[in-house]
């Protein structure tokens, strides 16, 4: 009666899914491939009074009712107040690399639609769901994943994900899940700074080169949840979307949501899982205009003069980013409004006048003449108190008349759920763009929700997901209105450095500490499934943490990702000028085996006591080696070695370390350990190796 089997087949992995008997849409298989003929579904077995046939089944997309009790991706209440969903096989479509599945509760036509995406290029799956209430009467849900995910076996697997916090994102943790459930989530409005949205789920024994590895990361920087649960029979399931705390979304007769997007895939090992997510990202996430381009080497005021801004000063600076061979200047905060220090201004996005009595274009023009484009940083869903937006609109923020708003660092969120204060953030940034030639916005958000009354809103609890689609809303506007445009995501550091954000800006922010030993590990949490080239570096006087660090070491830190300054360049000596110069050529010609080559962690500091990381072109001619020692110098450091990674075991290699230059085949550097000598704490090597 049902098409049994939907075999979806990537480079290496099958994803399999069937109808049973009953009609229900069964996961059969995701892993390495088999004989198509030979998948099968599982027909529902042991059915007693504590565990029904339900509790056996492998769901592919769990909707809450009858005796299902694990963690669902679904459900809604109907009309009638029936909380109980009974979704069935209804139709289904599988061609050029797309499989569309329907299910359908026929008792109230409503429909969940199963949407994959794949190619025979990559092993990652992109996954989203449909609701579509085609009935007429009202539809309210309360909980909408973007995807489930049923691990094979019966083990334990060990689940990554940060827990970070501001200033140290991205610190990755292990947890091996025996039992239960282990959440991870966001109930602030971003993504934040703890943890991430993303499901990394690998055997417990897996490393960077071997071992099951199955992961999935949402295309969502709202408030998100990841749920990982390991049910009695030892059966590993994930569930992750938009969080389901305080979030209700309501479909009228004829009305459709579909959900944010999830990047799913199976792997051997840690490295190929951060190499296939990298490619796949500049391939198919990030923005079209930018994504396959490499990214300039940018200075930012912000560490350098924070708010205290003025044209001749930042000229000054850009003078100097010039001459050490930035290619693109960006004023942080400071410029507009009564914008002194973080008390004021926000909303008021016009120049101020003060700090610029001769407009701003005395700037830009400065700064293009040195031949340099320019960058401007806005915080567009803010306002503050000392505004004039605010005072002609203390309604647009969210609130309730009866609390008093938090103001966090003196600021309130504006309420993007209504469509005139979208207007007015896209307007401000409109009329910026269209008087000035300004081609780099960096878009930050320095808080969190808080005191969400939106007396617009019928269902309130929409604004999590209005909000978030508003921001990616205004942000494809403004760059399909200017499509030279390069848009930076930031929130107080790495609070929106996920894939929601990326499918909408070019790059991101990854922490507001830029001191560059906390920055290793950091980057190193961020690497695991982030693309490289989004990953903004900084190299700065980092003051925050007063460790004396050279600038060498800063310069070997940042060059691992998008190399950026954020130094006081006005400060620095001729010597420091001339060594910045050489360093950021030196990125230049290599920069696109960083941005888009592959990428090996070789050593870090909690397991090595050293970080080292690899980066090899596509076609395997160039690789460049980053080696930071850690702070502590001791005897054990000079007997340091490595191995190489990714590169043509048959053909040689010149590899320059210094002064000293080897010729060897790419397997000797592959099999043989390289030796190093890390006698100095905080010392920062860099290894080139090209083929000859
Ligand atoms: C937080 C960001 O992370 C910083 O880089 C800087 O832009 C400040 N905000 C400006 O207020």
New binding site residues.
């Given amino acids: 009666m049902y098409p049994d089997i939907f075999v979806i087949e990537t480079l290496n992995t099958h994803y399999v899914l069937g109808v049973d008997k009953n009609g229900r849409l069964n996961h059969i298989h995701w892993g390495k491939k088999a004989d198509p003929e030979d998948y099968e579904v599982r027909d529902n077995w042991e059915q007693n009074s504590n565990h029904s046939g339900l509790d056996y089944t492998d769901m592919e997309y769990t909707a809450f009712g009858g005796t299902m009790y694990r963690n669902c991706a679904f459900k809604c209440e109907y009309y009638d107040k029936c909380r109980d969903s009974v979704f069935t096989y209804l139709k289904s479509e599988q061609s050029d690399g797309r499989l569309a599945v329907t299910l359908c509760d026929k008792s109230y036509g409503v429909e969940l639609e199963l949407t994959y995406l794949y190619s025979d290029e990559s092993d990652i799956i992109t996954r989203f769901v449909t609701v579509k209430n085609n009935s007429n009467k009202t539809l309210k849900i309360e909980k909408f994943m973007s995807a489930e995910l049923t691990l094979p076996g019966t083990r334990p697997y060990a689940v990554k994900n940060p827990n970070g916090a501001w200033g140290s994102e991205f610190l990755t943790k292990t947890t091996i899940l025996e039992n239960g459930t282990i959440a991870f989530e966001s109930r602030k409005g971003t993504a934040g700074h703890t943890n991430s949205p993303y499901a990394v789920m690998s055997a417990p024994n897996a490393d960077e080169d071997h071992g099951a590895v199955y992961f999935a990361a949402l295309g969502y920087g709202g408030s998100f949840k990841v749920e990982i649960q390991r049910d009695f029979a030892g059966v590993t399931r994930a569930v992750l979307g938009i969080s389901d705390f305080d979030f209700s979304y309501t479909l009228k007769g004829g009305e459709s949501l579909t959900s944010p997007k999830v990047y799913m895939g199976f792997t051997d090992g840690f490295a190929q899982m951060s190499n296939m997510m990298n490619e796949f990202a500049y391939k198919n996430i990030l923005p079209k205009s930018f994504a396959q381009k490499p990214l300039p080497v940018l200075y930012?005021s912000?560490e350098a003069t924070?708010?205290n801004v003025n044209a001749r000063q930042q000229l000054e600076l850009a003078k100097i980013a010039k001459e050490i061979g930035c290619e693109l200047f960006v004023m942080?905060?400071g410029w507009f409004g009564r914008r002194y220090n973080?008390w004021g201004g926000l909303g008021d996005w016009s120049v101020n006048s003060e700090k610029f009595p001769n407009g701003i274009d005395e700037l830009i023009d400065g700064v293009n003449e040195l031949g340099m484009d320019f960058g401007l940083?806005f915080?567009p869903e803010m306002v503050q108190e000392d505004s004039d937006l605010y005072k002609a609109h203390p309604d647009w923020t969210y609130h309730y008349d009866n609390r008093e708003a938090m103001k966090l660092r003196h600021q309130l969120v504006l309420n993007l759920t209504k469509k005139e204060v979208c207007e007015y953030v896209f307007d401000c940034m409109d009329k910026m763009l269209e008087k000035h030639n300004i081609r780099y916005i960096?878009w930050?958000m320095?808080r969190p929700f808080s005191e969400i009354g939106t007396e617009n809103l019928e269902n309130g609890k929409e604004l999590w997901l209005r909000h978030t689609m508003a921001v990616y809303e205004i942000a494809d506007r403004l760059k399909e209105k200017y499509p030279y445009l390069q848009l930076e995501a930031?929130?107080?550091?790495g609070g929106r450095a996920e894939y929601g954000a990326m499918e909408h800006f070019d790059m991101v922010?990854t922490s507001?500490n830029t001191d560059p030993v906390d920055r290793l590990d950091i980057q190193h949490g961020y690497s695991l499934i982030y693309p490289i080239k989004c990953m903004r570096a900084w190299v700065t006087d980092a003051n925050n943490t007063r460790r004396p660090v050279s600038l060498d070491f800063r310069f070997g830190v940042s060059m691992q990702g998008s190399l950026s300054i954020g130094s006081n360049l006005l400060n620095y000596s001729k010597e420091d000028i001339e060594k910045s110069g050489r360093y950021i050529e030196l990125y230049k010609s290599f920069r696109s085996v960083i941005q888009f080559g592959d990428f090996y962690r070789l050593k870090n500091y909690a397991e090595d006591g050293f970080y080292s990381t690899q980066y090899v072109s596509k076609d395997k001619k160039k690789s460049v080696l980053f080696i930071n020692s850690n702070a502590n110098s001791f005897f054990n450091a000079r007997f340091k070695s490595i191995r190489l990674k990714g590169l043509s075991p048959d053909e040689k290699y010149r590899l320059t370390d210094g002064d000293t230059a080897v010729i060897k085949s790419g397997a000797y550097f592959m099999n043989k350990e390289y030796a190093l000598c890390l006698d100095r704490p905080l010392m920062s090597k860099i290894i080139i190796l090209e083929k000859v």
């Fill in positions: 930012n912000w924070e708010f942080d905060d973080d940083w915080e960096k930050d320095n930031c929130s107080s550091g922010w507001d």
